[in-house]
């Protein structure tokens, strides 16, 4: 539960940007966030995933290598087992099949370890020891008759468990073998020991038969860590196994361990029944694992790989996705502020319009005042100090004039909020409005040719509404040409209901796809600069005013705006007062 | 004395009054009305044949004054005074037939002269 608030409260961080952030640290921050968001969850999950899958592919690849060496520990330790059984088998029947006396007499012993030697390879020589501890009799190369053994463990051990197989050692021999005894009780209770000593070639061929590869090692060690086979890398026979002695195990069992000379290595081993040996195979682990190896650095390379790939990716997107939510941000401020521009303007003309208006009704009585005693003074014929009244009178009608031209300039600007309708000269507004562009035409050597029809109908329509019109379109032709560019205007009859005018441009052009979009609000070319608002307005002051607008424009080629005013006002108008 | 006889509303009496006693003066028949009901019932009691009429009046306004009249009495002429603040009025009061509009403050001169004007339009369809 609290992790999960905690997480949720990480994300909701991360996620949630204070909008008191000033913009350009906001943007980084926006940056920084989802980068890190969307990092987390595709890398994440990433990672997660190749550690299961390294591990499951560890412990498999691990099984699969492994068992072959169980197996191979297992055979050659049930071939070590078969052999000491099966000499042990021997001597057992040889103590079992004949009798003490026979046993006893050196001829037969001889005659009994000949036709051992023939049929059984590995024996060395074979005795007979009485209860006391004392050879009797011996077949075989050293002199061993009337030796007591006593006082030896062997001795003690065969008493007790009427089988002993010894360890290897060198004994009297110089090299090494391994003794098998077996106690033969008689009916009667008296007991003899049956002693043959085997050499341990045998489990040389035995480990050779393992076919292990030279960085290998195969060999025998007993209990106490002591060499009972040579090994290739660790030791004589009975010198001491510099390593560790693994914990019991009658099934074969592997570790992996550093020896001691620092190799990483797989251990596989078992323990015997009987004797107390341990067959042990090393294998330097790298070459066990060479392909397991392979493995993990193709998975580390495609792991590295993707993660980078996707932390490109991530950078690229936020940085697009940043960039994008920029740039709607500043044109949304942008129409933003148009549109409070243009309340703050209708505000001012409606104030002006009220004030002017309250301004205009005691102007007029002033006005009728000054003109009754004008007229009073006229009229009557030797008014007392005429002139001067008159003077006086006439700088009251001249102060209500300068009121009334104030009054008429407030009412001028309010006017352009509103259509106001008025009879005029087209050709006249085209020329007002070329005006405000000459000095820029100037400035850029453009060419700004009028092919204006002459006694071309006068229309109504509004002034200061067609203004913002051609206003609009020319800055957008000038905008598109280069220095030195043209500007042709035109105007022509079309019919007895409408009049037009034509804007045509040499500039850079529209393609087919901005052409479509060219009215809509907020499409926009000119980025950072546009707010994608001149021509939608146009287009709803050409509709206003009853008229059409077309464009026509090939890249390249220039731009051609095309408006058509009807002549008379869609919804009637009046008279002008002007 | 000219046989011109003119009613004069507006809710402004001070500027009526002045107003007609400038035109009395001129030698027009001049009625005075400070509102829009006032106006009709002196005109049905002796229609004038211009009326001069304010478009901002309290009570009736400029306009349905202007349409009553047009509709009982089709040849009496109408002048619109304004102050202009509501134009569109005033293209309102065109379209319904009114004779002109006049900007206040007026000119005297040019009050005449649309009078005059008016005075002939109605003669023509008087006859």
Known sequence: ?578 | MRDWKVLLVDDEEEFVSTLAERLALRGVEVRVANNGKEALQKIEDDPPRVVVLDLMMPGLSGLEVLARIKRDYPAIEVILLTGMARSNEAGEGMRQGAFAYLMKPLSIEKLMEKIGEAMKQHTGKVD
């Open chain 1, 1 to 578: 539960m609290d992790l999960k608030t905690n997480l949720a409260q990480t994300f909701g961080r991360l996620l949630d940007i204070p909008e008191e952030v000033p913009r350009p640290k906001r943007y980084s921050l926006i940056r920084r966030n989802i980068t890190i968001l969307m990092l987390l969850i595709t890398v994440l999950p990433l990672v997660l995933m190749a550690l299961i899958n390294y591990h499951q592919y560890q412990s498999a690849l691990r099984d699969e290598i492994m068992a072959p060496l169980r197996v191979l520990v297992n055979k050659t330790k049930h071939s070590f087992e078969l052999f000491l059984a099966n000499r042990l088998a021997t001597v057992k029947f040889i103590a079992s099949a004949y009798s003490y006396s026979d046993l006893a007499d050196e001829k037969k012993l001889n005659k009994i370890f000949r036709v051992l030697k023939q049929e059984i390879e590995g024996f060395i020589d074979l005795g007979l020891i009485d209860s006391n501890g004392v050879q009797v009799s011996y077949a075989g190369p050293y002199d061993l008759k009337g030796k007591n053994y006593s006082d030896q463990t062997w001795f003690h051990q065969v008493r007790v468990g009427g089988v002993y197989v010894s360890g290897v050692f060198m004994g009297h021999r110089a090299f090494p073998h391994v003794v098998i005894a077996v106690q033969h009780l008689t009916d009667s209770g008296q007991f003899w020991v049956v002693r043959a000593t085997i050499d341990t070639k045998r489990f040389d061929q035995l480990i050779a038969s393992m076919g292990l590869d030279p960085q290998s090692d195969g060999f025998l060690i007993n209990r106490e860590g002591v060499f009972q086979t040579a090994s290739k890398l660790y030791g004589k026979v009975l010198d001491t196994f510099p390593e560790w002695v693994p914990p019991v195990s009658y099934e074969p069992a592997v570790f992996e361990r550093l020896d001691s000379k620092g190799r990483a290595v797989l251990l596989a081993y078992a323990y015997f029944d009987n004797p107390d040996f341990i067959l042990m195979v090393v294998k330097p682990k790298a070459q066990v694992l060479k392909a397991w190896y392979t493995l993990k650095s193709e998975l580390l390379l495609v792991f590295v790989g993707s993660v980078l790939v996707i932390v490109l990716l991530v950078l690229r997107l936020t940085h697009l996705l940043v960039e994008r939510l920029k740039a709607s941000d500043e044109r949304r401020e942008l129409a933003y502020r148009e549109i409070q521009h243009s309340h703050k303007l209708s505000s001012i003309g409606r104030l002006a319009t009220g004030v002017a208006h309250e301004v205009n009704n005691p102007m007029a009585i002033i006005n009728e005042k000054a003109g009754l005693m004008k007229d009073l003074i006229e009229f009557t014929p030797d008014f007392p100090d005429r002139e001067k009244f008159l003077g006086l009178v006439r700088a009251i009608t001249q102060s209500v004039e300068r009121c009334r031209a104030i009054t008429h300039r407030l009412l001028g600007f309010a006017r352009r909020m509103d259509v106001e309708i008025e009879v005029l000269n087209l050709n006249e507004v085209i020329k007002e409005t070329a005006g405000f562009l000459e000095k820029e035409a100037l400035h850029r050597n453009i060419r700004l040719r009028l092919h204006l029809a002459e006694g071309l109908s006068r229309i109504a329509s509004d002034r200061g509404q067609l203004q913002q019109v051609f206003l609009n379109i020319l800055n957008n032709a000038f905008a598109a040409i280069k220095d030195g560019g043209l500007v042709s205007v035109a105007t022509w009859e079309i019919d007895m209901d409408r009049v037009g005018v034509s804007f045509q441009d040499d500039g850079v052009g529209m393609s087919e796809d901005t052409l479509k979009h060219v009215f809509e609000p907020f499409f926009t070319t000119k980025k950072g600069t546009g707010t994608g608002l001149g021509l939608s307005i146009t287009y709803g002051i050409v509709k206003r005013l009853g008229g059409d607008i077309q464009v026509q424009s090939k890249p390249g080629q220039g731009t051609r705006f095309a408006i058509f005013l009807p002549k008379k006002p869609i919804e009637g108008a009046g008279n002008s007062h002007a």
